[in-house]
């Protein structure tokens, strides 16, 4: 993913909890990290265990590193409890054994769903990984691959976090445009969601821009289903289908654009047909670090063509060459366009 003028910026922080690295009852000190694992969540933790084990930890170094190992395990394996139920009821049905004998059964239970662990990530990917948060930074697009086999396209100063869990693979687009390519096959349903609500994914491909407390969705490809936050009712968009939101409930598009001129930006350009001048300047200042003053008077001036999202230059210079304008530069990073029957 390149920005214009230098390399990639994609932001990227992910921290993986690897299922591999779980404790092994094989090592009698993860084997007695294991046994108070076991008696902590066995309902029959007490006072006496409590010091036993803080007398137990502080014994010996290895102690407090194989007390961690297992307790990440077991963090990591909270997702996994109703597809482990029988095998954590064997932990709470036990009788409680003298603390001092090694209770292997314990270590081969949480070792079992350590197995089941490797399993249900493998048939549910991502599901033990963390929120990733990606985003991009102005002027720059690019693409992110999920765990799942999904795709998604950011456009210029987007933000998203991904959230891949046992029930849901979802992402939280929290600013800017995307695009969704939905791979099949995973049982768990794909969300989207918003400051407007929650978009679930019934088909492959659709089109989401969060803006100004505004959303704009357009289904490229299958069916999506958009349930807003405020009760009202779910609506069930198909290929071709486009809906907008904003706080007062369903609004009409801006325009009426074509989705081939709304997706233009994923070859980086910019498509206008007969926009106002203050729509152009608008989407144009998405893409670059400055900030462009438009005469009022121009507001409403027509504007027609396909340009680089990188060039505005060349957009200056179609503004001067198609009307009576002055661009001015009174400051770094502030540009201004106006009449020229302004100026004095």
């Known amino acids: 993913m390149k920005a214009p003028g230098g390399a990639s910026r994609l932001q990227d922080d992910k921290s993986d909890i690897d299922i591999m690295a779980a404790p092994t009852p094989d090592d009698p000190v993860e084997q007695a990290a294991l046994d108070w694992l076991a008696r902590l969540h066995s309902g029959r933790w007490s006072a006496d265990d409590a010091a036993a084990h803080a007398a137990w ?95 998604i396209e950011l456009n210029t100063d987007s933000r998203i976090e991904i959230d891949f869990r046992l029930d849901c693979r979802c992402v939280r687009l929290s ?19 918003v400051s407007q609500g929650t978009l679930r994914d019934i088909g492959t491909a659709f089109w989401v821009r969060e803006q100004a407390r505004r959303l704009d969705v357009a289904v490229l490809e299958g069916e999506v289903e958009f349930t807003p936050h405020d009760g009202d009712t779910s609506r069930l968009l198909v290929a071709g289908d486009r809906l907008s939101w904003d706080q ?11 989705l081939d001129d709304l997706l233009a930006w994923r070859k980086g350009s910019l498509v206008f047909r007969d926009a106002p001048l203050s729509e152009v300047i608008n989407e144009f200042a998405r893409y670059h670090a400055v900030s462009i003053e438009l005469d009022p008077r121009l507001a ?12 505005l230059e060349g957009l200056l210079t179609l503004i001067r060459s198609a009307y009576s304008v002055e661009v001015r530069r009174p400051a770094p990073g502030r540009i201004s366009i106006v009449l020229k029957s302004a100026r004095g």
């Open 57 to 151: 930890l502080t014994a010996d170094p290895s102690h407090q590193a194989a007390w961690q190992r297992a307790e990440s395990l077991w963090q990591a394996l909270g997702g996994l409890r109703p597809f482990a139920a029988a095998e954590l009821s064997v932990l709470h049905a036990r009788s409680a054994p003298p603390i001092h004998r090694r209770n292997r059964v314990a270590g081969l239970v949480l070792a079992s769903i350590a197995v089941m662990g490797l399993g249900v990530a493998l048939l549910l990917p991502g599901s033990f990984t963390s929120v990733q948060t990606k985003q991009t930074v102005r002027g720059e697009h690019g693409a992110v691959s999920l765990a799942d086999g999904s795709r």
């Open 175 to 193: 600013e800017g445009e995307a695009v969704f390519n939905v791979a099949h096959g995973d049982p768990r349903p794909f969300k989207v969601l």
């Open 248 to 258: 007062a409930g369903e609004a009409p598009p801006t325009r009426s654009r074509p």
């Open 300 to 311: 409403d001036y027509r504007f027609s063509g396909r340009l680089r999202s990188a060039d």
